[in-house]
């Protein structure tokens, strides 16, 4: 997985933004802003030990499988344009990369834009009440696995939510500096 604050063109978002010089952000800095991160073996995700770990400890019981593409996805554009939108979830929004790829936006602590590439094998957690945003690269395919605890809740709230009981608790554990203890599980 590769991290980095983004440029601010305004070009095609499916491409990687990266500022000249490049300014990588390493796993610790993500860590710091509450995204986790694992690399696992999608090619077995049905008998991976370590997923079934992080699925029982952290509570993920659904499951689901989403094929993003243009020949899958009516309206694909049109899709991609909503999930570019910056929104926050009032749950994690956890993401398991099993083909393909595609770029997470992340803000950090001072409102700028990191670029999370995933790529084959990369799962992240995302915190309730991270401002971010998805799009697929130059590629245009991913599969993802989608993890929730209980039953899917994906509803997304655009910015700014900064009244949101999410984005309160968010700001409150990792922008003012109280992070929470016992969240990572080997992340790495």
Not at 15 to 30: E, F
Not at 33 to 55: A, F
Not at 132 to 143: A, P, Q, S, W
Request: charged content about 30%.
């Amino acid at each position: 997985m590769e991290a980095w604050y983004m440029d601010e063109s305004c070009e095609d978002q499916r491409l990687p933004h990266q500022k000249v010089p490049n300014q990588p952000v390493s796993l610790d800095k993500l860590a710091d802003i509450g995204v986790l991160y694992w690399h696992l073996n999608p090619k077995d995700y049905e008998n991976d030990k370590e997923l079934q770990n992080i699925r029982e400890t952290r509570g993920y019981n659904y499951m689901d499988l989403l094929d993003l593409c243009p020949e899958k996805v009516e309206n694909y554009e049109e899709k991609l344009k909503n999930f570019f939108t910056e929104h926050i979830h009032a749950d994690e929004e956890i993401r398991y990369c099993l083909e393909g790829s595609g770029y997470f936006d992340v803000r950090d602590n001072d409102d700028r834009w990191i670029r999370i590439w995933i790529k084959e094998g990369d799962m992240i957690v995302l915190p309730a009440g991270i401002y971010h945003r998805f799009t697929l690269d130059k590629g245009n395919y991913v599969k993802l696995m989608r993890l929730f605890i209980g039953e899917p809740v994906w509803t997304c709230y655009n910015r700014p939510q900064e009244d949101h009981p999410a984005r309160a608790g968010y700001v409150k554990n990792f922008v003012d500096g109280n992070k929470q203890q016992g969240v990572a599980l080997q992340a790495h």
